[in-house]
């Protein structure tokens, strides 16, 4: 039986591992799909403390050294579901079940959709989710970029390093994300901001072609010819597998306080996947820490018991 059984490798599981394993406490950690979480893509990191620039998986690669090394198990495995025994609990895999003392929830989110038409169908043909994983495709062509938080600004400015032309496309004249990257991207000359615009359609056979906008405050629609558009409109929580366990929130994240306790005892929230105000590497790094200390001290009065 496992000490600790983390359920995903970003940077919130990963650090749960690193925790865990210093604690003397044997951790197993789970990803179905690829380790490393949404920081992955993300191209520059410039706000981690200590770190002044490193590229996303850089730091995840690290991260993911670190727990190794310190002995963490990982089972490249989609977990389907959890559930409590007497005296421990089940990560009930595709593949097989494993038996834990306690669990650290650190499933994060996935990408929000647009929900235009022709999204669905150019997806892989145009429309992405990932700028850098799928922006050299695009060298020396037009693309756009839709959404106004840190995401599709470092998109942007990581696609204008590639891109004959980047527009910014976003539905209010604010943006959310950091102030110093749109400053950067106003001074560069092959990006173009679109604001109070939305994206009704992308349009195109085999490929996308162009997207059909809507400029909110004149209500004038236009056709903009871009061979890409790169969606960054924000994240959505998944955590449906795990609600006859835990307590989920109406926008499906975990109930879980700054504590990252959720409604069951033994059972964690760590990261983007709690409910929470601020989300952040560095509150995910910090949630990590604090669901590991907080299972090992509830496998240590367990035993007690
Ligand atoms: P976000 O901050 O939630 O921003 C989503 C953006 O998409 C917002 O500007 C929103 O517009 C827009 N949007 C949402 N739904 C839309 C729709 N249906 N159509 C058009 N636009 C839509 O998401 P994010 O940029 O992915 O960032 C998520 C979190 O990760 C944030 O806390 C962010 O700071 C953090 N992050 C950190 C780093 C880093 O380097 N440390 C990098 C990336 C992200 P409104 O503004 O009008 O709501």
């Given at each position: 039986m496992y000490d600790i059984g983390i359920i995903g490798g970003g940077t919130a599981g990963m650090t749960a591992a690193i925790y865990g394993q210093r604690a003397g406490k044997q951790t197993v950690l789970f990803e179905g799909?690829?380790?490393?979480?949404?920081?992955?893509?993300?191209?520059?990191?410039?706000?981690?403390?200590?770190?002044?620039s490193v590229s996303g998986s850089e730091f995840s690669m690290n991260l993911m050294d670190q727990a190794v090394k310190l002995g963490t198990q990982t089972i490249m495995e989609q977990v389907t579901g959890i559930r409590e025994e007497a005296d421990y609990k089940v990560i009930v895999t595709t593949e097989k079940e494993y038996e834990c003392k306690s669990i650290i929830l650190a499933t994060g989110v996935t990408h929000r959709h647009?929900?235009?038409?022709g999204e669905e169908r150019l997806t892989g043909a145009g429309v992405s989710y990932c700028a850098t994983c799928?922006?050299?495709?695009?060298?020396g062509r037009e693309v756009a970029v839709v959404g106004g938080g840190s995401t599709a600004l470092q998109d942007a400015e990581f696609l204008s390093n590639y891109c004959s032309k980047v527009y910014l496309i976003?539905?209010?004249?604010?943006?959310?994300?950091e102030d110093q990257i749109v400053k950067r991207l106003q001074e560069k000359e092959n990006v173009e901001f679109i604001l109070n615009t939305t994206v009704q359609e992308i349009r195109g056979e085999q490929m996308v072609e162009s997207l059909r906008v809507?400029?909110?405050?004149?209500g004038e629609e236009s056709e903009l010819a871009v061979s890409g558009i790169f969606v960054a409109v924000g994240q959505i929580a998944q955590n449906e597998k795990f609600a006859d366990v835990v307590q989920l929130d109406e926008g499906g994240f975990i109930v879980a306080g700054e504590d990252c306790?959720?409604?069951?005892?033994?059972i964690y929230a760590a990261g983007d996947?709690?409910?929470?105000e601020v989300r952040q590497l560095t509150t995910a790094a910090a949630d990590g820490a604090v669901a590991a200390l907080a299972a090992c001290k509830y496998i240590a009065d367990f035993a007690e018991k």
């Open positions: 799909t690829t380790i490393g979480g949404q920081i992955t893509s993300s191209p520059n990191v410039e706000n981690y403390p200590g770190i002044a647009l929900g235009v038409p799928d922006g050299m495709f695009f060298r976003h539905r209010r004249d604010e943006f959310r994300g809507l400029n909110k405050v004149t306790k959720t409604s069951e005892a033994g996947c709690r409910t929470k």
